[in-house]
């Protein structure tokens, strides 16, 4: 018999917390009706239910519904991005946005897709299925150790366990005490080709866990008192410097009736729809005429306002105005108003960055050292690097001032890239850094993903994000063209810039001298300038620029001009120094010829230099990725092209495609691709006389 305060508590809290399952489960299975192909995850969707409606109407996350970017309340990271219906059921209910967009999702026009993502108000990062979002939460986490203090919370599942980021994460979560982090694991005991076991076995998953320093519990996921109980022990336990892990176990399609919930995407016919419905409108009946039994039941007056209590915060109204009573829904009107604006403009003493001897020769990492002691003096100024801090300068330069924002994760790109996403998520000016080739294309990917809805959240009318709530994140790419030398192939970054340029909006930028960076580096610290993908040479360079020069995204920039120039020059990075010093043997004999450098692509100015009729010429330590752009521009504006005055010389192979570069000597490798100064100066040289033939 309950007779305690404290048990009667908790008996009607899971019965409250039952009775809003069943709500959420119905607005799910309105989606599917809804839905443009009438689609669901389902079984993945369902069996995150229990754990989702646990934390979200269990008093275990602090949450501005309001104002969803205000820092220091805790975060939520749905990771296993397929159950996005059921998150979007919540969502809706706690007045995110209106119920109505929970119709027609998966079509052009509903902001619901089949992942979620910002362009959905309330929702931080894009994910879908692939283990990153553990990561990201870990980044979030990061921060949140931090004053002002908050949890993390992250949604996976056992499917995506399987995913190598998911373990860089927990390593490094470990590592760095994050018991602010709690990983709900939905271990449903299925996936995409096997919805009824895993393709392997994912054997002793809390001793995995414990090994790599988590704290762990294993509850029954088909349970709302197990799942509560182990989130109330993370949320108001004593913590001892380990994440937290909730292995929920429970089986896919869990709460559904048929069979067919237990698939991983369904297309669910009316008529099944209908009879789900029905099923949980009945189960719905009986869970609310249980309730009420007990709570008319109750003697305590405190016991019943504290229920009251509870049934508000989930959004239900206790009314036993009635016979028997009844337990109905209330729906809130959308709380979300659009986000303040962020200003990301760092501030910085531009006197004390340095100036540098233009006899010299630095080295970019050196310059980036001695930049960020100045700009991380901003607290928004982080860094992470992936065991190549030696090479970017970046963790010396950070860590000078504090280390707590200079990150290095080890090998384990995936991580520092969606450690670095998130810390651009909560409006940090964030940098990653490794060799060029190392960075994660399908992180990359999801990560511009996020970033486009974060850009059409921003411009939509009534968006819930505005100006300044983009992601300045900026990937240091080391070591690019010809950089690595005898390192070999699978570090030469001949190749990345072409593979990466394939991913929209990111800002390609090639840098060939350190006064050229420094104010490349300024560029970026103004702020608002979303995904930069900055090549740094590896060698100490000479001075090009001088010290005040500006640097502006799609421009290039003529090094040396004359009226009298047969050719142009065109290059970037290392690769203008050897153009100077061609062009430079070219005048000694008597054929003037200009240089231009072009860090990002000046299409206007690419246009020009093909109109003036000049002799143009693209001298590239890579697959020449200059020469690709040039072309589409020219293909694009031009109808009929002279293609005699183009010369490209770039590391591809005599038929115009791609290969691996072998290991040797930087000498060896402008030898060996006819990049070397007399080299280039021979080619133009010829290609002038060939045309005056």
């Not at 020219?634 to 570069?661: C, V």
């Not at 290991?663 to 006389?689: C, H, K, M, N």
Request: aromatic residues 8%; negative net charge.
């Amino acid at each position: 018999m309950i007779t305690t305060y404290e048990e009667l508590l908790t008996k009607g809290l899971i019965q409250l917390l039952e009775i809003k399952d069943s709500f959420i489960r119905l607005m799910t299975l309105e989606q599917c009706r809804d839905a443009v192909d009438k689609g669901i995850h389902i079984g993945g969707a369902f069996s995150a239910t229990i754990p989702l409606v646990s934390l979200f109407y269990g008093g275990g996350i602090r949450l501005d519904i309001e104002q969803p970017t205000t820092y220091g309340q805790d975060m939520f990271v749905l990771s296993k991005g397929h159950a996005v219906s059921v998150m979007a059921s919540i969502y809706a209910d706690l007045g995110y946005f209106d119920r109505a967009l929970l119709k027609n999702s998966r079509s052009q026009e509903s902001l619901l897709n089949g992942h979620p993502g910002p362009i959905l108000p309330g929702v931080h990062i894009s994910t879908g299925p692939l283990g990153q979002g553990l990561a990201a939460a870990q980044g979030f986490a990061l921060a949140g150790k931090h004053s002002p203090h908050f949890n993390v919370f992250c949604l996976t599942g056992d499917g995506e366990l399987q995913e190598g980021p998911i373990w860089e994460a927990a390593m490094f979560a470990s590592y760095k005490k994050l018991d602010n982090l709690c990983a709900i694991i939905d271990k449903n005991q299925g996936q995409l080709d096997v919805t009824k076991h895993l393709v392997f076995p994912l054997t002793d998953l809390e001793q995995k866990l414990t090994a790599f320093g988590w704290r762990v519990f294993t509850v029954d996921g088909t349970q709302y008192s197990p799942v509560l109980d182990a989130l109330h022990a993370f949320t108001n336990g004593a913590r001892d410097g380990r994440p937290t892990a909730i292995i929920c176990e429970a089986r896919k399609g869990e709460g559904g009736f048929s069979e067919f919930m237990m698939k991983h995407k369904a297309n669910l016919p009316d008529e099944l729809t209908d009879q789900e419905v029905a099923l949980h409108q009945q189960r719905q009946a009986d869970r609310i005429a249980e309730f009420l039994d007990f709570y008319q039941a109750i003697e305590d007056a405190e016991v019943e306002q504290t229920l009251r209590s509870f049934a508000r915060r989930m959004n239900l109204d206790i009314d036993l105005s009635g016979k028997k009573g009844k337990v109905t829904p209330i729906i809130v009107p959308v709380q979300t108003k659009r986000a303040p604006v962020r200003q990301k403009a760092i501030s910085y003493a531009a006197e004390r960055l340095p100036r540098l001897d233009p006899t010299k020769t630095y080295s970019a990492g050196d310059m980036i050292t001695q930049a960020m002691k100045v700009f991380a003096q901003d607290r928004r100024v982080v860094s992470i690097d992936a065991d190549l801090s030696s090479t970017s300068g970046l963790e010396a330069g950070i860590g000078f001032v504090d280390m707590n924002r200079a990150l290095n994760v080890g090998v384990a790109e995936a991580n520092m890239m969606c450690i670095g996403e998130a810390f651009a998520a909560l409006g940090y000016n964030a940098w990653v850094s490794t060799f060029c080739p190392f960075f994660d294309w399908k992180v990359l990917r999801r990560i511009a993903v996020g970033y486009q809805e974060r850009l059409e959240a921003i411009a939509m009318p009534g968006g819930w994000l505005s100006e300044g709530h983009g992601l300045d994140l900026t990937f240091v790419a080391t070591a690019p063209n010809f950089e690595t030398t005898t390192n070999g192939a699978t570090h030469m970054g001949t190749d990345d810039i072409q593979v990466f340029d394939g991913i929209a909006h990111l800002k390609i930028i090639d840098i060939s001298c350190p006064n050229q960076l420094l104010a490349a580096m300024k560029w970026i610290m103004e702020g608002n300038k979303g995904l930069v993908y900055l090549r740094i040479m590896r060698a100490p360079a000479a001075v090009i620029y001088d010290q005040d020069v500006a640097f502006d995204f799609g421009k290039g920039y003529a090094l040396k001009e004359h009226a009298d120039d047969k050719a142009v020059i065109l290059s970037s990075g290392r690769g203008v120094h050897e153009a100077l010093s061609a062009a430079k043997l070219l005048e000694q004999a008597g054929t003037m010829t200009g240089v231009v450098d072009m860090p990002s692509i000046d299409a206007k100015l690419l246009r020009h230099l093909y109109d003036s009729g000049k002799l143009l010429v693209f001298a590239e330590q890579n697959n020449g990725y200059i020469w690709s752009e040039c072309r589409k521009i020219l293909f694009k504006h031009y109808a009929a092209i002279d293609a005699g005055r183009l010369l490209p010389i770039n590391t591809l192979d005599p038929e115009g495609k791609p290969q691996f570069i072998h290991s040797a000597t930087y000498e060896q490798l402008l030898q060996q691709f006819g990049l070397a100064p007399q080299q280039l100066a021979d080619r133009v040289q010829a290609f002038i006389d060939g045309r005056k033939r």
